[in-house]
């Protein structure tokens, strides 16, 4: 149940990214950009992820040329197929444009996936996703003497794009629609129960979007810019939520110009404007990012800022650093230094991807980061073997928490994940290792610990944070094209004032399958193998041993 809302929400929603960040290499025999599944670790969904974590990130140690995104819309919640060798007719063999896959499991899991990339001609792409998956059935509860919970939770997402080439622009249009259908933990006391209309709720989110952008090297500079309308509503009022819609008119975009081969200046900027019908306060958001790049054989410089201003809800002008310096050295070594920040729009959609049972009592705040500083050693001594060694220091205002569920207390039952909002800081630091040998063995292993600060009156708000994670994952080729993965989960909790430490997160799963015809994958996979009761992050408790199989299929 672990990862369900943070992996779907990005996939499904195709969220808008800013325009620097790296867009995948096209093919350029082609002229085509391909999106497929990872034949060797299909994704079989349990129910939402485990818990939001500061963002680390990992500088590529290849030298090579950084092309910023001149989409507004790169798909980056797919993975991209290499294109084919040339065979020794050379005729270029044409890589798989569609994907599905179907999965079954215990406690009525599903999981379905189809997707398809249609070149309708030179200059006009298609491409269509969608997905369902949920469960149901019973769960541990976190009420001891209501035995089982029956949870039921299931997901449907649907998106369509269309993109079409002019000789120096390019025309997009798009849309995606949700439907989250699931019912809360149940209630004990009688007299708060009348308080609910109905334990079932129903969020509906959709989108809409028309964009333009350069066809790259046509231009003097690059630009992209999209606009659009979001709207998500609820159909059930619970105490403290009452059913209405949020809509937001979304617009992102950025231009960049190139002042020689290894020098680029541009901006970026993104703008929303939140509608409510519900009991909040209607806001605008404008977050514009300048900045200057300098990449050549050894060094990956980029120096801006994030420039916020907010008209409401938290109202005024908020700054923060953009600021990351890369060095290569001896070709497989890099060393960097990152100064990041920023304010992240905490709408629906987002608390949404904290938890899928999300509830506040007042509105929710944007969170923001002045700094976010990061330093890391990452090195490739040999062919296969990697290592990353990093540490950071984060502060932020409004930081999102999921407090104590405190199910005792029949003043305020927690029937539904409660968010909360607080300063924190959090200094982190760990080490990761990884190897590959061809495509036939890989593992990877790394350990992170997390510090982190709150005043003394908030923290309970600690009581479901991560205090030291460790994440190992194996995968290998046992015979032909059978494969066998493993992956195991640790996180321990942080000591939340005077409360008992929530108990770890403690997960193993197994996977395996087999590949017919370099095309058809037939898998199981068997996760929560050591059947631990335990609540995530979002604040309920996942589902114990549970298992699924399925197939998938590339075409």
Same mark, same amino acid.
């Given at each position: 149940?672990?990862?369900?809302?943070?992996? =779907?929400?990005?996939?499904?929603?195709?969220?808008?990214?800013?325009g620097?960040?790296?867009?995948?290499?096209?093919?350029?025999?082609?002229?085509?950009?391909?999106?497929?599944? $990872?034949?060797?670790? +299909?994704?079989?969904m349990?129910?939402?992820?485990?818990?939001?974590?500061?963002?680390?990130?990992? +500088?590529?140690?290849?030298?090579?040329?950084?092309?910023y995104?001149?989409? /507004? #819309?790169p798909?980056?919640? &797919?993975?991209?197929?290499?294109?084919?060798?040339? *065979?020794?007719?050379?005729? !270029?063999?044409?890589? +798989?444009?569609?994907?599905?896959?179907?999965?079954?499991?215990n406690?009525n899991?599903?999981?379905?996936?189809?997707?398809?990339?249609?070149?309708?001609?030179?200059?006009?792409?298609?491409?269509?996703?969608?997905?369902?998956?949920?469960?149901n059935?019973?769960?541990s509860?976190?009420?001891?003497e209501?035995?089982? &919970?029956?949870?039921?939770f299931y997901?449907?997402?649907?998106?369509?794009?269309?993109?079409?080439?002019?000789?120096?622009?390019?025309?997009?249009?798009g849309?995606?629609f949700?439907?989250?259908?699931?019912?809360?933990?149940?209630?004990?006391d009688e007299?708060?129960?009348?308080?609910?209309?109905?334990?079932?709720?129903?969020?509906?989110?959709?989108?809409?979007y028309?964009?333009?952008?350069?066809?790259?090297g046509?231009?003097?500079?690059?630009?992209?810019? !999209?606009?659009?309308?979001?709207?998500?509503?609820?159909?059930?009022?619970?105490?403290?939520?009452?059913?209405?819609?949020? $809509?937001?008119?979304?617009?992102?975009?950025?231009?960049? @110009?190139?002042?020689n081969?290894?020098?680029h /200046?541009?901006?970026?900027?993104?703008?929303?404007?939140?509608?409510?019908?519900?009991?909040?306060?209607?806001?605008?958001?404008?977050?514009?990012?300048?900045?200057?790049t300098?990449?050549?054989?050894?060094?990956?410089?980029?120096?801006?800022?994030?420039?916020?201003?907010?008209?409401?809800?938290?109202s005024?002008?908020k700054?923060?650093?953009?600021?990351?310096?890369?060095?290569?050295?001896?070709?497989?070594?890099?060393?960097?230094?990152?100064?990041?920040?920023?304010?992240? =729009?905490?709408?629906f959609r987002? !608390?949404?991807?904290?938890?899928?049972?999300?509830? /506040?009592?007042?509105?929710? #705040?944007?969170?923001? *980061?002045?700094?976010?500083?990061?330093?890391?050693?990452?090195?490739?001594?040999?062919?296969?073997?990697?290592?990353?060694?990093?540490?950071g220091y984060? /502060?932020?205002?409004?930081?999102?928490f999921?407090?104590?569920?405190?199910?005792?207390?029949?003043?305020?039952?927690?029937?539904?994940?409660?968010?909360? !909002?607080?300063?924190?800081?959090? @200094?982190?630091?760990?080490?990761?290792?990884?190897? @590959?040998?061809?495509?036939?063995?890989?593992?990877?292993?790394?350990?992170t610990?997390?510090g982190w600060?709150?005043?003394?009156?908030?923290?309970v708000?600690l009581?479901?944070? +991560?205090?030291?994670?460790?994440?190992?994952s194996? #995968?290998?080729?046992?015979?032909?094209?059978? &494969?066998?993965?493993?992956?195991?989960?640790?996180?321990?909790?942080?000591?939340a004032?005077?409360?008992?430490?929530?108990?770890?997160?403690?997960?193993?799963?197994?996977?395996?399958?087999?590949?017919?015809?370099?095309?058809?994958?037939?898998?199981?996979?068997?996760?929560?193998?050591? $059947?631990?009761?335990?609540?995530?992050?979002a604040?309920y408790?996942?589902?114990?041993? $549970?298992?699924?199989?399925?197939?998938?299929?590339?075409?």
């Open positions: 149940m672990k990862h369900i809302s943070a992996i =779907l929400v990005a996939a499904a929603l195709s969220p808008v990214v800013k620097y960040a790296q867009e995948q290499v096209k093919d350029s025999t082609l002229n085509r950009t391909v999106v497929v599944e $990872n034949q060797y670790n +299909p994704e079989v349990d129910a939402f992820k485990v818990n939001v974590l500061p963002k680390v990130e990992e +500088p590529a140690v290849a030298k090579q040329h950084i092309d995104a001149t989409s /507004v #819309r798909l980056t919640s &797919w993975g991209f197929s290499p294109m084919e060798a040339i *065979t020794s007719e050379q005729k !270029q063999v044409d890589a +798989p444009r569609g994907y599905i896959r179907g999965a079954y499991g406690r899991n599903v999981d379905l996936k189809a997707s398809y990339l249609w070149d309708i001609s030179r200059k006009d792409r298609l491409q269509f996703m969608a997905s369902l998956y949920g469960m059935g019973n769960i509860s976190l009420l001891p209501e035995g089982e &919970w029956k949870s039921r997901r449907t997402d649907v998106s369509l794009d269309y993109k079409h080439d002019f000789r120096t622009v390019s025309l997009s249009l849309g995606a949700v439907s989250q259908v699931f019912n809360y933990m149940p209630v004990r007299s708060i129960q009348n308080l609910y209309e109905t334990s079932r709720q129903r969020y509906t989110l959709g989108e809409g028309v964009g333009i952008a350069s066809v790259e046509e231009l003097p500079v690059e630009f992209s810019l !999209q606009t659009g309308l979001r709207s998500f509503s609820r159909k059930y009022d619970i105490p403290y939520m009452r059913h209405g819609s949020e $809509n937001i008119f979304h617009t992102v975009g950025f231009i960049s @110009g190139a002042l081969e290894e020098q /200046v541009g901006i970026a900027l993104g703008m929303d404007n939140l509608i409510y019908d519900a009991e909040q306060a209607d806001y605008t958001l404008l977050q514009l990012n300048p900045y200057y300098l990449e050549n054989d050894n060094i990956r410089l980029r120096v801006g800022a994030h420039v916020d201003w907010q008209s409401a809800n938290g005024g002008i700054a923060a650093p953009d600021v990351k310096l890369d060095y290569t050295f001896a070709d497989t070594y890099v060393a960097y230094l990152h100064a990041t920040g920023g304010t992240r =729009l905490n709408d987002q !608390q949404n991807e904290e938890s899928p049972y999300w509830g /506040v009592i007042n509105q929710m #705040r944007t969170s923001y *980061t002045p700094a976010d500083l990061q330093v890391g050693f990452k090195a490739s001594p040999l062919p296969g073997l990697g290592f990353h060694l990093f540490g984060r /502060v932020t205002k409004d930081e999102i999921h407090p104590y569920p405190d199910i005792t207390d029949t003043d305020f039952p927690y029937c539904y994940s409660l968010l909360m !909002q607080e300063k924190a800081k959090v @200094g982190y630091g760990g080490i990761k290792a990884a190897y @590959g040998y061809k495509d036939i063995f890989d593992f990877s292993v790394g350990g610990y997390y600060n709150v005043k003394d009156e908030a923290k708000l009581y479901l944070k +991560p205090e030291f994670v460790l994440d190992a194996a #995968r290998a080729k046992v015979y032909d094209e059978f &494969w066998i993965s493993a992956a195991y989960r640790y996180e321990g909790r942080v000591k004032g005077e409360l008992e430490k929530a108990d770890a997160i403690n997960n193993l799963s197994l996977s395996a399958g087999y590949e017919f015809f370099n095309s058809l994958n037939v898998f199981v996979r068997f996760n929560n193998l050591l $059947n631990q009761d335990y609540i995530t992050e604040g408790p996942v589902q114990g041993f $549970n298992a699924m199989a399925g197939v998938s299929f590339r075409f």
